[in-house]
């Protein structure tokens, strides 16, 4: 199993920006599809954004024009900018590969902690 690792949360006031990092152990993102999911308190985990093995990206609409996805098959890892961060933004962010269905592949890790708060 590849595992994947978040990194990059942290705590930013309102207009902020951040950006996320999703590594792999292995070399898988030049044949997956990858996606960003968050969840905040008390809801389920949504899928913001995503990047397909060709490249093609998808956004929520709730993040459309803020944040932006990419990938670096070099160096295993995926990419998460977040700019223009609201409150509404704050939850724990996780990255996995998703099939074409876009249901998550693979087991959830950690997750890291994006807090947006003046």
């Known amino acids: 199993q590849v595992q994947l690792v978040e990194s990059g949360g942290g705590l930013v006031q309102p207009g902020g920006s951040l950006r996320l990092s999703c590594a792999a152990s292995g070399s898988i993102f030049d044949n997956n599809a990858v996606g960003w999911y968050r969840q905040a308190p008390g809801k389920e985990r949504e899928l913001v954004a995503g990047i397909s093995s060709g490249g093609s990206t998808r956004y929520a609409s709730s993040v459309r024009g803020r944040f932006t996805i990419s990938r670096d098959n070099a160096k295993n890892t995926v990419y998460l900018q977040m700019n223009s961060l609201k409150p509404e933004d704050t939850a724990v962010y996780y990255c996995?590969?998703?099939?074409?269905?876009?249901?998550?592949?693979?087991?959830w890790g950690q997750g890291t902690q994006v807090t947006v708060s003046s």
């Open positions: 996995n590969t998703y099939n074409l269905f876009g249901t998550p592949e693979r087991g």
